[in-house]
């Protein structure tokens, strides 16, 4: 096959053929050329990828203008009206490799939003029929800026002028329409980012106004710690633990980048102080293999363990700041290496196990988050490749951490890495149509251990939902038809409804760091078994006992409960194990599990030892992962422990 490039003259020639095709219904031979690496970087390679993946999955073939142009989602079975953002990206990688089929491919599903989506005040909706959301607006005006801003002159005259006309009319409705009160914080702080793109895009110097307001007053939306607040409604709850709504994948893959970008864009440099110190703190919860630890967001059902579903990605904010803290760019590139292990038949999947228990993408993740890679490689960083390597804060032992705005405290003790959790902001959506509240499944509370992780056998233990639901319709994906189930570990009641200690949200907890006989972490709480809706059991309230000794050999889970007479008591361990890693029980208090880096040891002092073993692995869409379900049966009154240990391969 021959591999060629397109000139720019070409290019325009192309652009403003395709113009007179999308009306005309011509249709575009299919480009027969191989795949080419760009640049030799891993952020290059990973946008190609994905645009491919877009590419393999645009309806060219049915003409009919409800389909034509839009990527088709092989998770969902629908098409995401926010698919239109990839223009950006699309552009990028065509003017880059001179390629055609990449902006035939904008072209395409720009026309598509623009017919399916677009509004005649100038707005864009969240879908076609699930969602007349127009805050996204703000997102696909960035997409749409970006794109111009740094690819138009790959657009024919005509087609230039109609995209700034469109980005013009949108821009008018985001003025009357954003305010530091839409929304979750997301929309303004991001609408910041927008507002200065439009005014550097469009030369009116009100957008520039516009911009400054409401990033100067995102700056009130700042903890003490530097945590981000205002992902939940009303922004500025405070709850009787006296938390915040905070979504950490939210902040550091949307909110974040935003500030940075506008202040960047603007030289604003209290906004850019400010971002610099909250990227900072959030940092705090990036896990060493480049995760970011959600485990107790507010958002938490969107949790994709490489970061958040719909959101674009930590890279913009965390490599362009990176002149002033070398150790972002560490962290940007951890993220991305993970994000590429999470690719698979060129789209980004939903969590590291996706694919290898045959769930299929959510084609959002991939059109999304192209849009921060496109960013970073458009910013003409020096490096994007952090040389040497830098310590990030989860890589050092560094006792206990405290986060009061989120009653939620992160360990390090040896190889060990926990999150404990008492977070009890209660997020409800008041947007999406067709969406559910919070009243049946939210994040893990009461004390629970959301997260265990080891430097060397990786991730341990992770929450997910307490019970899932679909709270955006149409930003989540539905189960397969196999064995899922809540992942985080727990004490639990089950009859005809589940009391679990996941949900008391007035639990008492404590977390202490010991040095007397060598470095440890307690971690301790007791609560109420309560139904994901807050219920307490018809037969009368049953209290549970949960404490977590963390040291630098083992972690120790003690439990125990009081409930009334012949209430069904049982700790559920759910260990993550992939459906290919080895399982064997030498007795029925032991069981071993070969990971690819040593094994870990469970064990327990219960007198009737764990459950049977079931034979298929559960699985859970947030944040990902398969895992291996152990039951140890309770008595009330009666305590348990299970012990943990990790050796490692020679």
Not at 146 to 160: F, P
Not at 594 to 607: C, H, M, V, W
Request: proline letters at 6%; hydrophobic letters at 40%.
């Amino acid at each position: 096959m021959t591999k060629f490039t397109l000139t720019r003259r070409q290019m325009l020639q192309l652009s403003a053929t395709a113009a007179t095709a999308l009306t005309t219904g011509f249709t575009f031979a299919s480009e027969q050329t191989p795949h080419p690496t760009t640049t030799n970087n891993l952020y290059a390679q990973l946008l190609q990828t994905w645009c491919d993946g877009l590419l393999a999955h645009q309806i060219s073939a049915i003409r009919d203008p409800a389909l034509h142009g839009a990527f088709a989602c092989p998770a969902c079975a629908i098409i995401h009206g926010r698919c239109g953002d990839a223009i950006y990206p699309l552009l990028r990688v065509a003017h880059t490799t001179g390629k055609a089929k990449y902006l035939e491919a904008a072209l395409l599903v720009n026309e598509w939003s623009e017919i399916q989506v677009s509004r005649a005040d100038g707005s864009w909706i969240n879908d076609v029929t699930l969602s007349s959301w127009k805050g996204i607006t703000v997102f696909h005006a960035i997409a749409l800026a970006e794109a111009l801003h740094h690819h138009g002159t790959i657009l024919d005259t005509a087609t230039r002028q109609r995209w700034t006309n469109r980005l013009a009319r949108a821009a008018k409705f985001l003025d009357t329409f954003i305010t530091i009160d839409t929304g979750n914080i997301n929309y303004p702080v991001t609408a910041s980012q927008c507002f200065a793109l439009c005014a550097l895009v469009l030369g009116d110097h009100h957008y520039s106004d516009r911009a400054h307001e409401l990033a100067h007053a995102t700056l009130e939306h700042f903890t003490p710690n530097g945590i981000l607040f205002g992902e939940g409604h009303p922004q500025t709850t405070v709850t009787p633990k006296h938390c915040r709504p905070v979504d950490l994948g939210y902040n550091v893959e949307e909110s974040l980048p935003a500030l940075a970008q506008y202040a960047l864009l603007t030289n604003d440099k209290p906004v850019l102080d400010q971002t610099i110190a909250a990227l900072r703190t959030h940092m705090e919860f990036m896990l060493p293999d480049g995760a970011w630890d959600n485990s107790w967001g507010s958002r938490n059902y969107k949790w994709s363990y490489w970061g958040s579903r719909t959101s674009d990605g930590c890279h913009p904010a965390y490599v362009l700041l990176a002149p002033h803290e070398p150790k972002f760019l560490e962290a940007a590139h951890r993220n991305l290496e993970l994000m590429a292990a999470c690719t698979h038949n060129n789209l980004l999947y939903g969590g590291p196990d996706y694919f290898a228990h045959g769930d299929q993408p959510c084609i959002h993740h991939t059109f999304t988050h192209a849009k921060s890679l496109a960013t970073v490689l458009d910013s003409n960083a020096p490096t994007l490749t952090p040389s040497p390597r830098q310590t990030l804060p989860r890589d050092e032992p560094h006792a206990l951490k405290s986060f009061p705005e989120i009653a939620t405290h992160v360990a390090s003790i040896g190889p060990w890495r926990a999150t404990f959790t008492a977070y009890d902001f209660e997020y409800i959506e008041r947007v999406q149509s067709g969406g559910g509240g919070a009243s049946g499944g939210g994040h893990a509370s009461g004390g629970a251990l959301s997260l265990l992780y080891h430097q060397q056998l990786g991730p341990i233990l992770t929450a997910s939902m307490t019970e899932y639901q679909m709270i955006e319709i149409s930003n989540q994906q539905a189960f397969l038809d196999k064995p899922h189930m809540c992942l985080t570990p727990r004490i639990e009641s089950a009859g005809k409804l589940t009391y679990t200690s996941l949900s008391d949200f007035e639990a008492a907890t404590i977390a202490r760091r010991i040095t007397e006989l060598g470095a440890s972490v307690i971690l301790g709480a007791k609560g109420r078994l309560l139904t994901a809706s807050h219920q307490t059991p018809p037969t009368g309230e049953a209290h549970y006992y949960l404490t977590y000794n963390l040291t630098d050999s083992w972690v120790l889970i003690t439990a125990s409960a009081d409930a009334p007479p012949q209430t069904p008591l049982q700790f559920i361990l759910p260990v993550l194990s992939r459906s290919s890693e080895t399982i064997t029980q030498p007795d029925p208090k032991t069981i071993r599990i070969t990971k690819p880096k040593g094994t870990l040891t469970i064990s327990t002092d219960a007198s009737s030892g764990f459950e049977a073993i079931p034979k298929e692995r559960t699985f859970n869409l947030v944040p990902g992962f398969e895992a291996i379900p152990l039951t140890i049966q309770m008595q009330s009154g009666q305590r348990i422990q299970i012990h943990l240990e990790a050796s490692l391969s020679k």
